[in-house]
């Protein structure tokens, strides 16, 4: 991991090491002025209610400057912490006092804060929240593969929806808007677009006038809570006795008086106003893996260049403005109260996503002397923050490449790559703009986004098709639920005669998932609307404030709606059908009923029977036996997300990005017939099954190549890791060999990539003494953690990932 470098970043650093890896707090502030407002505007509009709601946040809640911070705001109190959306929620928050002692990401509160959510906060939500709401229109059907309690909170683990822990999909603003603009005059257009509504008409009258007015208070609001911070700088600037500290505190006030209301003139308000941003939007909702930073090293180039030129900013201070930004943004955690989103989202995660590099909307190279500050501050300062994303693209220069080479080989898993080779065409095929997909900004763990014109807002579902391997072996049951008939009853797998009666059974169970899946998300989409809205967000899109409709309509003229569907096991899956079609069918090594057994007991006494399993050719080898397998499957996906997200005018595609829940969906899933034993993790996203992969990185990369259907636009991102031994990069030459590595990647149009540079030594290591290894940082799914922060599975489930040591 990256070496210390605390000389010249002494502010940075003290700010870090006063939270760093503390135990987070809950802030109960936002929950409380939320629902004061919210109980007094019952009956109105839910976009008027929502901007009055935050309008009275930002009257009321606390302000805070972060001691030494250069730059002013937070959403809770100093330190780590996270906040509480009782909209999502607040039905169950009872649980809060436990969260302490909870196994994975406790957070503190204390018992009067407890005291004032149960008996002032939860009460007015209980009946109200969409997590209810979502429990109570589930079907029966689809509650047997969604729930495995009555309250809604336990998942199955096998079609698992991620709405009732989230306001929305993770979002990227249009930053830029906002530093060219300021709020004073976004306000001005929303008063102009309300002057100009036909006031006869009914619709106009009641849909669209509420939406404006909503608008308009929005920007005031933000406003105001940024004023707020001015009075504080400039108090604290009075009682400050150190000279330069005054100084930066008065500085802070006189930018904070005029961001976000105005335009941004130089580097240090295009910060203020992008950061004031950032923090106003969690207030707003609840978006699961954060609201991402966009395109930071091109919105920000203007005012870098024109203040470097004129000499009021050094890099170094850029630098030191930046990284302060990084550790804000650290001390925002995101909160997940709910068991299942909590299991989905370890290590603390949230990751912020800043985009550097790729193309202009001309389609020209985008690299420039930001981007290269933003690797700089990665390679030299330590944290986990922000999760940085390079867009890579055939004509990415060489030294782009080699500097991002550099930083992966620190070994802290960033930058992670995204491929514009595989997202522009792709996402142009699905009718976006060519200019606007150009200018895509990384979202999440790998997705990408539009700012203006995408508006798909719906938390996906998450799909386990390893239980429709499971369910296969079982007759449409699964061990962990006994004799209930979770799938399809499919029949006895020992059997099965052929090939092709096996595979048709599988097809059924996965098909039987899909459906499920697909209905679920129908019923999310339909209800979100009722219980969400998200003012902020849609006073920054171009087509809500055209239309006039808050971003979590369920269709808005003109908008894209690009989400997905999960695809988690991919790799068990592929494996298992590899197997089962090699060693039974074709070769007859074994035969149905030898393997039924043996997966029953977890291969107990049935160790030659796994042995056989695990010689099936397996994917991540490039071996054409196993990927041709893999891209079959994802055709069954994709002709199944084409026919049902057509008919709906939506883009429900299939992904393969897990975060962390191969972990909790492999602990459902018994033994499989690659060899898996029971209640292990499954593989991660689109990457091979752990220890299969066993002809080095290109192979892997090659496998990916060849089970994509690459004629099909049914499809969004597959994230894929790979983990490599230190020793493999050593050096200039291990640099070249990562360059080329990623040029064949890009070749290949393959949609993203990131790695693990890392001896398994030293995570059993660290395993043992965590102490030792606090900072060592590990790539998960899409974000960095620390590894001591993570439940001994997820570490599991790093250390037994492949180690290529040759490239
Ligand atoms: C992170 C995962 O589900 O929020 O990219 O899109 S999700």
Redesign the pocket.
């Known amino acids: 991991n990256s070496v210390d470098t605390r000389e010249g970043r002494e502010r940075v650093y003290e700010m870090l090491d006063s939270f760093h890896m503390t135990t987070p707090f809950i802030d109960i502030e936002r929950a409380r002025f939320f629902t004061e407002s919210m109980k007094k505007t019952e009956g109105q509009p839910l976009v008027l209610r929502w901007a009055k709601a935050l309008k009275n946040c930002a009257e009321k809640m606390s302000v805070y400057i972060t001691p030494k911070s250069l730059i002013a705001g937070r959403s809770g109190k100093l330190g780590r912490y996270g906040i509480l959306y009782p909209e999502i929620d607040g039905d169950f928050y009872s649980i809060l006092k436990d969260l302490d002692k909870r196994e994975k990401s406790p957070f503190k509160i204390t018992p009067e804060e407890v005291d004032i959510v149960v008996n002032e906060i939860a009460p007015y939500w209980e009946g109200k929240t969409y997590h209810e709401h979502l429990n109570g229109a589930m079907p029966d059907d689809l509650r047997g593969v969604t729930y495995d309690d009555d309250h809604g909170l336990k998942s199955k683990f096998v079609v698992s929806e991620?709405s009732s822990y989230?306001s929305a999909?993770?979002w990227v603003h249009d930053y830029d808007k906002v530093l060219k603009r300021g709020f004073n005059d976004i306000k001005r257009e929303a008063l102009e677009k309300m002057a100009e509504l036909d006031a006869e008409s009914p619709v106009q009258t009641w849909e669209k006038r509420p939406f404006y007015e909503a608008m308009v208070i929005i920007c005031d609001a933000i406003v105001l809570w940024a004023r707020r911070h001015a009075d504080l700088a400039r108090e604290q600037a009075e009682a400050e006795t150190d000279k330069i500290r005054k100084a930066e505190l008065l500085a802070m006030a006189d930018r904070c008086e005029r961001m976000p209301a105005e335009p941004a003139k130089d580097f240090r308000d295009a910060i203020q106003s992008q950061w004031f941003v950032q923090m106003f939007s969690r207030i707003e909702q609840k978006?699961?893996?954060i609201i991402s930073n966009g395109r930071m090293d091109q919105y920000l180039l203007p005012f870098y260049e024109q203040d470097i030129k004129a000499g009021i900013l050094t890099p170094e201070q850029a630098k030191e403005l930046l990284e302060n930004m990084w550790v804000e943004m650290a001390q925002f955690i995101d909160l997940y109260i709910n068991p299942t989103g909590n299991e989905?989202n370890e290590g603390y995660a949230h990751?912020e996503a800043v985009t550097i590099g790729g193309q202009t909307p001309d389609g020209d190279d985008a690299t420039n002397e930001l981007t290269y500050l933003f690797l700089e501050s990665k390679r030299e300062f330590p944290l986990n923050y922000p999760d940085l994303a390079t867009r890579i693209h055939s004509n990415s220069p060489e030294r782009f490449l080699a500097e991002i080479a550099e930083t992966i080989k620190d070994g802290s898993g960033f930058p992670k790559l995204i491929n514009d080779e595989e997202i522009i065409p792709l996402y142009t095929a699905k009718g976006a703009p060519l200019d606007q997909a150009m200018d895509y900004s990384v979202?999440?763990?790998?997705?990408a986004r539009m700012p203006n014109c995408e508006t798909y807002t719906s938390?996906?579902v998450?799909i386990n098709f390893a239980t429709a391997m499971e369910m296969t072996m079982h007759n449409g049951r699964m061990l962990k639920y006994g004799e209930e008939v979770v799938g399809l009853e499919t029949g006895e797998a020992g059997e099965f005669k052929s090939w092709d009666e096996f595979y048709e059974a599988y097809l059924k169970q996965h098909n039987n998932l899909l459906v499920k899946a697909f209905r679920q998300q129908y019923i999310v989409d339909s209800l979100r609307p009722e219980h969400f809205a998200s003012p902020l967000a849609s006073v920054l899109h171009d087509l809500c404030m055209k239309e006039g409709m808050d971003l979590q309509s369920q269709t808005i003229p003109g908008g894209l709606e690009y989400s997905?569907f999960?695809f988690l096991g991919y790799g068990t899956v592929v494996d298992s059908l590899s197997a089962i079609k090699k060693l039974v069918f074709e070769d007859k090594k074994l035969t149905m009923q030898e393997v039924v057994d043996a997966l029953k007991v977890n291969f107990e006494g049935h160790e030659e029977t796994r042995e056989i399993l695990r010689s099936a050719p397996c994917y991540g080898n490039n071996d054409s036996y196993a990927d041709a397998i893999a891209k079959k499957i994802d055709c069954v996906c994709q002709e199944y997300a084409h026919k049902y997200s057509e008919e709906r005018g939506v883009n429900l595609d299939v992904?393969y990005?897990p975060?962390t829940s191969h972990v909790p969906f492999g602990k459902v899933v018994s033994a499989t017939p690659n060899g898996r034993e029971a209640w292990t993790a499954l593989s991660d996203g689109a990457s091979a099954s752990h220890g299969a992969d066993q002809k080095g990185p290109t192979a892997v990369l090659m496998s990916n190549y060849h089970s994509k259907n690459r004629g099909m636009k049914n499809r969004a991102?597959r994230l894929l890791n790979v983990k490599l031994s230190p020793k493999v990069v050593e050096g200039e030459a291990g640099t070249q060999k990562l360059v080329d590595l990623i040029r064949t990647w890009c070749d290949l149009h393959l949609w993203h990539l990131q790695f693990n540079i890392i001896n398994k030594k030293t995570l059993l290591e660290a395993q043992a003494n965590p102490d030792k290894y606090r900072s060592l940082l590990v790539r998960i799914?899409?974000?960095s953690a620390y590894f001591c922060d993570l439940s001994r599975d997820l570490q599991n489930d790093i250390i037994n990932r492949t180690e290529h040591v040759q490239m």
């Open positions: 991620t989230r999909l993770q978006a699961s893996a989905f990751w979202s999440g763990c790998t997705e938390g996906c998450y997905y999960e992904r990005v975060i991102s799914a899409g974000y």
